[in-house]
């Protein structure tokens, strides 16, 4: 078996992924459970928790669209990093090809976070 060299000396995410037992189910919470939660445990309506819930998401996307940070104490940090230009590579052709520097969302999770989650 051959080694396959990486163009990038980064991490290869898909040679080091973990294997993912296709019979474990996920629990996932959409937009509409989120809300019902919220309408819940605050003891208002699920309208008056929609307009809260896209009122923070709605700040959040526009604080981080100014180039400010956002940051709730023991939750966490949401941010805008910048990426610089790299070199890459045409899967199709396999040519070198410049991938443009971009800015993209990042969120690091806080202190107390991040032990609930642990627990």
Same mark, same amino acid.
């Given at each position: ?15 080091? @992924? %973990? ?13 509409? &459970? ?5 309408? &819940? ?15 923070? *998401? ?5 604080? *981080? @669209?100014?180039? &400010?940070?956002?940051? *709730? ?5 949401? &941010? ?10 045409? %899967?199709?052709?396999?040519? %070198?090809?410049?991938? %443009? ?10 202190? @107390?976070?991040?032990?609930?989650? @642990?627990?």
């Amino acid at each position: 078996m051959q080694k396959r060299k990486t163009q990038n000396k980064r991490c290869n995410f898909r040679a080091h @992924a %973990p294997i993912i037992n296709k019979f474990v189910e996920v629990k996932r919470m959409n937009k509409t &459970e989120l809300i019902a939660a919220v309408a &819940e445990k605050a003891s208002i309506s699920k309208k008056d928790a929609d307009s809260a819930v896209n009122a923070v *998401l709605d700040t959040i996307v526009e604080a *981080l @669209a100014a180039d &400010e940070k956002v940051q *709730l104490v023991g939750f966490g940090t949401f &941010e805008v990093r910048s990426r610089s230009a790299r070199q890459g590579r045409d %899967p199709r052709s396999n040519s %070198p090809i410049t991938i %443009p520097a971009s800015k993209v969302p990042a969120f690091k999770a806080g202190k @107390a976070f991040k032990d609930s989650v @642990a627990k």
